[in-house]
């Protein structure tokens, strides 16, 4: 190791934690940087782009795809998400410890096109603890309930493609261990 921070990539199955877990990190290490996504998305109600996303149109997307300017890059309902491969270049060469919160296809991307990069799987307590937090955040109907509750099934069987797993039974306990992961005090 040339002692330059590694990129660390959080990633695990819908309704796992990992905004909670990252938001934790962030307010109690604010040196740590946390990649912002490009999107086709439009923007919600209070955000603001550079802050939460970058919000391009597709056409932009398209050539961010076709330059190799993406770590990586998917598409969820009708909208692309990707990570721009260049900030996240600058804060490393920088020795600024990145984080990426990305999900299973991006995490296999982001293995392909920096293979030294620390892939860190979230993982719940219990399949039954993810279908009480996929089930009582009450803000989706049954139907989209029981597609997140079957790609977490695929997501679960990924585990063994990462470098370590964290089990998340508390956001303090998982913070700290990522961020001893991550080398940073």
Same mark, same amino acid.
């Given at each position: 190791?040339?002692?330059?921070?590694?990129?660390?990539?959080?990633?695990?199955?819908?309704?796992?934690?990992?905004?909670?877990?990252?938001?934790?990190?962030?307010?109690?290490?604010?040196?740590?940087?946390l990649s912002?996504?490009?999107?086709?998305?439009?923007?919600?109600?209070?955000?603001?782009?550079?802050?939460?996303?970058?919000?391009?149109?597709?056409? $932009?997307?398209?050539?961010?795809? @076709?330059?190799? =300017? #993406?770590?990586?890059? %998917? +598409? *969820?309902a009708?909208?692309?998400?990707? &990570?721009?491969?260049?900030?996240?270049?600058?804060?490393?060469?920088?020795?600024?410890?990145?984080?990426?919160?990305?999900?299973?296809?991006?995490?296999?991307?982001?293995?392909?096109?920096m293979?030294?990069?620390?892939?860190v799987?979230?993982?719940?307590?219990?399949?039954?603890?993810?279908?009480?937090?996929?089930?009582?955040?009450?803000?989706?109907?049954?139907?989209?309930? $029981?597609?997140?509750?079957?790609? @977490?099934?695929? =997501? #679960?069987?990924?585990? %063994? +493609? *990462?470098?370590?797993?964290?089990?998340? &039974?508390?956001?303090?306990?998982v913070?700290?261990?990522?961020?001893?992961?991550?080398?940073?005090?």
């Open positions: 190791m040339n002692g330059r921070p590694r990129l660390t990539v959080l990633s695990g199955p819908s309704g796992v934690g990992k905004s909670t877990v990252v938001a934790h990190l962030r307010a109690t290490r604010p040196q740590i940087w912002v996504s490009a999107t086709t998305r439009r923007p919600r109600p209070g955000e603001v782009d550079g802050v939460q996303y970058h919000f391009v149109d597709r056409d $932009e997307f398209d050539k961010l795809v @076709a330059n190799g =300017e #993406l770590l990586e890059w %998917a +598409e *969820f009708g909208n692309r998400y990707g &990570t721009p491969r260049g900030p996240v270049l600058e804060k490393l060469q920088a020795g600024v410890p990145t984080l990426l919160e990305i999900d299973l296809q991006g995490a296999r991307q982001v293995r392909q096109a293979p030294e990069a620390q892939l799987f979230l993982a719940p307590p219990s399949w039954d603890e993810l279908v009480r937090r996929l089930v009582g955040r009450g803000t989706e109907p049954p139907e989209v309930v $029981e597609r997140r509750l079957a790609a @977490a099934r695929v =997501e #679960l069987a990924a585990e %063994a +493609e *990462f470098d370590t797993t964290l089990v998340n &039974t508390s956001v303090e306990d913070s700290r261990e990522l961020l001893a992961l991550m080398n940073v005090d």
